[in-house]
Every structure is written in C-alpha cells, then in structure tokens.
C-alpha cells in the first residue's frame, strides 16, 4: 500500500517569512496529492490539493509542487500569519478510488509574532 | 448548513465494553468516511460509503469494529469489546460525488470523538 512520509515533524518561523512542508509518497500510482490544515479541536480542512498532470498549483499565499518523478511533493506559505499556526497533513491517492487518501504524519507550523 | 456533526465528542469506557459513535454528514453528501487518528499522527482511512453502500474496509478495522449507514444519511460506528489498543480520535468526512469548490475529492471533516479506554 501507499506510504507518505512528511517533514518537517515541527516548524517555527517568524511572521512574515515563508514556510515549506515537504512529503514523499511510495505508490507511483498516487496521483491526487491534498493538503490539510487541522486546528486545536477540529477536524482536518482541505486548504490545496494537486493531481499529478500538474506540476505546481497557487492559491493567494498558498502554493504546492509536485515532482513526480522524485514521488516528492510541498507546500510553500508565503507571507506567514499567527492564522497560519495549525498541523498540516500532506496526502495522496490514486484512482480509482481517490476517497481512500493516506496521509502524512503531520507538521506542527508555529508562527512567531 | 453547519457542516459534519459527531455524537458524543469524548466517551470514556472500561476495557471490554461496548461503544458506538454517530455521525452526522452536510447534507446531500452521499459519500462518507470514517478515520482513526492516534496522538502525532495523521488519520488513518477505517472505511468508506457511498450513499449506503460500505464500498472500502481498510484492515485496521478488526472484527471487533463495525460501521453502517442505513439510509444513506447519518452513520454509525461500533467498536465491541473495546481495548486499550482503540483510544484514539475517531473522524467522520463526507463529501460529495463532484467536489462543491471543484476539488477532486474535498473531504469535509467533522470534529470528532475522542475515545478513551482504561
């Protein structure tokens, strides 16, 4: 089955920078990559995903790449915001079945005002 | 619309009881999901409707572990026998069959049940 590893595991930057979570995923197959944002006491949130015919998707400050060859794939957060601070999940699937997603282990984003 | 609701929020059981847990999609959603998520980790995918259909049982879900949607509507998910092992985060998502935002598959995630077995 799939497996998805994510890095950082804990990241802190100043307010105003840029953040940048990186995830690999195993199953060449995985071709829907969606990233989650879950906040203390609620569940995961969709904020950007991404299907492998394309290599980078920009949302406002939020954008992804993806490389698959390298079956490696990030999330870019320009311009941080104390909002900002949540745990983020990557997660890939594959056709047919895209509802069945297998996520990352998460990463705990601080925003330092 | 207020989105995915769960019932109960935090349940606490002795080892060896029985537990259920309700889940309530955004209506019209015919697709619905539940995950178990563990401390410092990511949800892991339990099993997935579409409208009362279970199409997907991942092998986390034991024997001891079953779920239905007998309508197509809300959901129900039953841990019999429960163990330590089970404490954990329990989610419901649902989505629909084309993503509202058009994402491919927007999940919408309720709040959760947290468990805990002692």
């Known amino acids: 089955g799939e497996n998805v590893e994510q890095h950082p595991s804990t990241l802190s930057v100043q307010e105003g920078d840029s953040a940048v979570i990186k995830c690999t995923y195993s199953?060449?197959?995985?071709?829907?990559f969606p990233w989650y944002k879950q906040e203390l006491g609620k569940g995961p949130q969709l904020i950007i995903d991404i299907r492998s015919n394309v290599g980078e998707k920009k949302d406002q400050r939020i954008a992804v790449t993806l490389n698959k060859t390298a079956k490696h794939f990030s999330l870019h957060i320009t311009e941080t915001q104390p909002e900002d601070s949540a745990v983020y999940f990557c997660?890939?699937?594959?056709?047919?079945?895209?509802?069945?997603?297998?996520f990352g282990t998460g990463t705990r984003l601080t925003i330092i005002p | 619309d207020t989105g995915v609701s769960q019932d109960p929020r935090h349940k606490i059981t002795k080892r060896g009881q029985n537990v259920t847990f309700r889940c309530d999609p955004i209506?019209?959603?015919?697709?619905l999901y539940w995950y178990r998520q563990t401390l410092g980790q990511g949800p892991e995918f339990l099993t997935y409707f579409q409208n009362e259909a279970q199409l997907e049982k991942s092998r986390l879900l034991s024997d001891r572990f079953s779920a239905e949607r007998p309508k197509g509507s809300f959901s129900t998910l039953e841990i019999q026998r429960t163990e330590q092992g089970d404490s954990a985060m329990y989610l419901c998502?649902?989505?629909?069959?084309?993503?509202?935002?058009?994402?491919?598959?927007?999940?919408?995630f309720g709040p959760g049940t947290r468990l805990t077995v002692l």
């Open positions: 998502a649902s989505s629909s069959q084309k993503g509202a935002r058009g994402h491919l598959n927007e999940q919408f």
């Open positions: 199953d060449s197959a995985s071709n829907y």
């Open positions: 997660a890939a699937s594959s056709a047919p079945l895209y509802e069945k997603l297998t």
């Open positions: 209506s019209e959603h015919n697709r």
